[in-house]
């Protein structure tokens, strides 16, 4: 019953940026905490963002400074703006309700010249 779709991934070059979104249906969206995730291959499953019901944000040292978690809880949609992107950003990026175990399915984002 709990749905997670995410979408906005695709090809950008180095440098460029993305905005990753997630629609959820099935919860008390406003009642959660959010995350985005991101697994690379060969690479462990890492929380790259997360914004609370109260809209407190929190960002991997990695991602912080280019990147805004964001929510719409009108629309039950959380976002991830993604700016200078990098080699190492390429991954699947997971929309997760934190605290719980349900996942997206993810989408891909490519990085590449």
């Known amino acids: 019953q709990v749905q997670l779709v995410e979408s906005g991934g695709g090809l950008v070059q180095p440098g460029g940026s993305l905005r990753l979104s997630c629609a959820a249906s099935?919860?008390?969206?406003?009642?959660?905490?959010m995350g985005w995730y991101r697994q690379a291959p060969g690479k462990e499953r890492e929380l790259v963002a997360s914004?609370?019901?109260?809209?407190?944000?929190n960002y991997a040292d990695s991602v912080k400074g280019r990147f805004t978690i964001s929510r719409d809880n009108a629309k039950n949609m959380v976002y991830l703006q993604m700016d200078s992107l990098n080699l190492e950003d390429a991954a699947v990026y997971y929309c997760?309700?934190?605290?719980?175990?349900?996942w997206g399915g993810g989408t891909q984002v490519t990085v590449s010249s």
């Open positions: 914004i609370s019901s109260g809209h407190r944000t």
């Open positions: 099935g919860i008390i969206f406003s009642a959660h905490t």
């Open positions: 997760k309700v934190e605290y719980r175990n349900f």
